[in-house]
């Protein structure tokens, strides 16, 4: 008996200082920025990491959202944020990617300081289930006959669902109108009382609505188990595999070790195997890029998203 306890306290130990040693600020709050509005893909995975950060891990974190300008408004502000590893804020690509491209604008790709990115979600077009568009055809055949006259939501100007209608006009030799909102949150109203005709969103909206939407197609290699009817763009023959990264981002004063310490938290946060499960079960992509892999990752996808710009026509 004295072994087995001994032996058990050890273990207990251990856990302890394990939990203890992932805490990157046990004293203090980390604050961490969306900026977009409540009920998003973004707002939701931040307050998953919190519940795990503070039950798990013991680290005291508090969501915060801040919307405006489709994520600018924060983003603008990052820089000036204290760099002392308490602040973060949440990042999307192609959206830092692609929005200093507008006038007005006031960042560059160069001022986001991302350290970790955690999930992809995959474009998803939809409709309401009202809608008289059954299929991804029936959209196609509508926009083709009346050029201009089909309108589908999405969150952000200069953002992953922005440049996804403008490659369903391309690919689809279509012209559709793209009209955004400040955040998935705030377009599901309007496109489920069919105040547009569509949207143009992410696979986890898809699935959490589609009882009220309809889904026509989506970005992915293969079909989804949780829409096993819905079709991918590939499949109707659209050589299309695409949609927005997600992750955090600290100030570029903050010191290498705690943008590290932090990164390494993030990713232990996404490594959670119930949330894990919770979040590809609702569509999304769960993925893994901590700092040491960063520049890499941005050289793949600032020309990627630059491409895609061209192809719109909106830079030459």
Do not use: C
Not at 50 to 77: C, E, H, T, Y
Not at 133 to 157: F, R
Not at 177 to 201: E, S
């Amino acid at each position: 008996m004295k072994v087995f306890s001994l032996i058990k306290l050890a273990v207990l130990s251990f856990s302890f200082i394990s939990v203890v040693s992932a805490q990157p600020f046990p004293d203090k709050t980390i604050q961490y920025i969306i900026p977009f509005p409540p009920a998003g893909e973004s707002d939701l995975v931040a307050r998953y990491q919190a519940d795990i950060s503070a039950k798990k891990f013991k680290q005291p974190m508090v969501v915060m959202n801040r919307a405006g300008a489709g994520g600018a408004l924060v983003w603008s502000a990052l820089n000036t944020y204290p760099a002392d590893g308490t602040t973060v804020v949440g990042v999307n690509i192609p959206h830092t990617i692609l929005q200093p491209l507008q006038e007005g604008i006031q960042y560059k790709t160069d001022d986001i300081n991302a350290i970790y990115y955690y999930h992809f979600t995959p474009d998803a077009l939809m409709v309401s289930a009202d809608s008289p568009y059954k299929t991804y055809q029936d959209l196609i055949a509508a926009a083709k006959k009346d050029p201009g006259k089909i309108n589908l939501a999405g969150s952000a100007q200069y953002s992953a669902n922005h440049m996804a209608v403008e490659r369903l006009n391309k690919l689809a030799g279509v012209k559709i109108n793209y009209v955004p909102f400040k955040g998935t949150g705030d377009l599901i109203t309007a496109l489920i009382g069919m105040h547009v005709d569509g949207a143009m969103g992410y696979l986890p909206l898809a699935i959490q609505q589609k009882s009220k939407v309809r889904t026509l197609a989506i970005a992915t290699e293969k079909r989804n188990p949780a829409l096993p009817d819905v079709p991918t763009f590939k499949e109707l023959g659209l050589n299309w595999v695409d949609g927005a990264y997600r992750g955090v981002a600290v100030p570029k004063a903050t010191p290498l070790v705690l943008q590290q310490k932090l990164s390494d938290y993030f990713a232990q946060l996404n490594a959670d195997s119930e949330t894990k499960k919770k979040l590809e079960d609702s569509g999304f992509v769960i993925v893994d890029i901590p700092l040491s892999k960063m520049p890499a990752f941005m050289k793949e996808k600032i020309p990627q998203a630059m491409e895609d710009a061209k192809n719109a026509g909106m830079i030459k």
